[in-house]
């Protein structure tokens, strides 16, 4: 049997026909589409939501750190300040983000943040979560009718106070051999914000030198008047306190090098004079301003500052050395005005007879003598790791 040539002639024009009419496949796609346009603009609604939300978290817990680390420096509840800070300035929806729980002490080093206690504690870490295990899980708008998770928030802030802010044991430390005195120096921290005597604002007097062969018993050669012989490594102050800076004394004892009979009998006759071993003390009590040092040496002119941006260019001697050299120096020795910072080094050079006395000069035992070359004592001391000297201020490091 053939087919109705008319009949199927119609239908074949009815295929065409609709096959050119693209409305109703426009109006299928549309439909099948939409459930995924508007789950991912509800999505997108939903991530700037978590974004916003977390942002606002992210502020919280910054000042809840900085607000703990103050306390630190205070001697305060460091964790009662941290959760009043998240507490004040939250709304109820954020209720649980930082508990107790949630905010650590500890020791940052200027790269990582290691819990503890104790005298050595400088930062704070405070955490913030929201989830619903919390309580507090962040509200979605449509993503959850389309079976979308709800997130879990967290945030994190470390605030602390810069550690090394201070010199560190020195890099180098010489004691001139040559020298006739005996000399000593001594390591110590300096209350700059004390309200007591000069001398009980000295704390951890450390001797750190002196100017005899290693090994010599000076305790015993001074017959008790040296109290100490230096230690290897030398012990070194920790002047961590808010206010406090490194600073050095240097201890001479005139002649008593040289001639060791002057410690027991201070009126030995050398070379048909009587010099005497009369001492000398010499504080620096190191202030700090915009991290440059000023050194109050009861106006004595001992001492010669040099910032330099290696440790060879602070050797004295050395190729490319910034230390100057030469005897008579007094008018024309160096002090630094700039500020010791990161990568560079600082030089202190100590005249141990300082020019202006009054006396006779006409040799070393005279009471009046100096050769003025600033090199009895030479210490050389790395700049701080992070910031300038004496920075105290509490930031954010994490």
């Known amino acids: 049997m053939f087919p109705d040539h008319g009949r199927f002639a119609r239908w074949l024009g009815e295929a065409a026909r609709l096959y050119g009419n693209r409305a109703g496949g426009t ?3 549309f439909a099948l589409s939409t459930p995924v346009m508007v789950g991912s603009v509800a999505f997108g609604i939903d991530l700037a939501m978590a974004r916003i939300t977390s942002n606002r978290m992210q502020i919280s817990v910054d000042g809840a750190a900085l607000a703990g680390a103050d306390q630190i420096e205070k001697g305060g509840n460091v964790v009662g300040a941290a959760v009043g800070h998240i ?3 939250l709304p109820p929806g954020y209720d649980n983000m930082t508990k107790t729980t949630d905010i650590t002490l500890g020791v940052y080093d200027g790269t990582t943040f290691v819990p503890g206690s104790g005298s050595t504690v400088n930062a704070v870490r405070v955490r913030g979560v929201r989830s619903s295990e919390r309580g507090n899980p962040v509200v979605q708008a449509l993503s959850q009718m389309l079976g979308v998770p709800t997130p879990i928030l967290r945030v994190q802030a470390i605030a602390a106070r810069p550690v090394n802010v201070f010199y560190q044991p020195p890099e180098s430390e010489t004691l001139d051999p040559e020298a006739g005195d005996y000399n000593e120096i001594y390591a110590y921290c300096f209350d700059t914000k004390g309200t007591g005597t000069i001398a009980s604002r000295r704390t951890q007097m450390l001797l750190v030198a002196n ?4 090994g010599t018993n000076m305790v015993s050669i001074s017959g008790g008047i040296i ?3 230096p230690v290897k490594p030398a012990p070194w102050p920790k002047c961590t306190n808010e206010g406090e800076t490194l600073s050095i004394r240097m201890r001479n004892i005139r002649h008593a090098k040289n001639y060791p009979q002057l410690w027991a009998n201070p009126n030995a006759t050398i070379n048909k004079v009587k010099p005497g071993r009369p001492e000398f003390n010499y504080y620096t009590d190191t202030l700090l301003n915009e991290g440059v040092e000023t050194m109050d040496l009861q106006g004595k002119n001992v001492l010669e500052t040099v910032l330099c941006d290696s440790v060879a260019k602070c050797t004295p001697g050395t190729t490319g050395s910034q230390i100057p050299s030469g005897k008579n120096r007094a008018s024309t020795r160096k002090r630094e005005t700039k500020p010791c910072e990161p990568g560079r080094f600082m030089y202190f050079g100590f005249e141990d007879r300082p020019p ?10 005279q009471p009046a ?3 003025s070359d600033y090199d009895d004592i030479r210490i050389v001391m790395r700049c701080p790791a992070s910031g300038r000297l004496g920075d105290a201020f509490v930031r954010l490091v994490s």
């Open 356 to 365: 202006g006395q009054s006396g006779a000069n006409s040799n070393w035992l």
């Open 369 to 371: 003598w100096t050769d």
């Open 211 to 214: 100017n005899v062969a290693a």
């Open 87 to 89: 507490e004040d300035n």
């Open 227 to 229: 109290t100490a012989n």
């Open 27 to 29: 109006a299928l796609i």
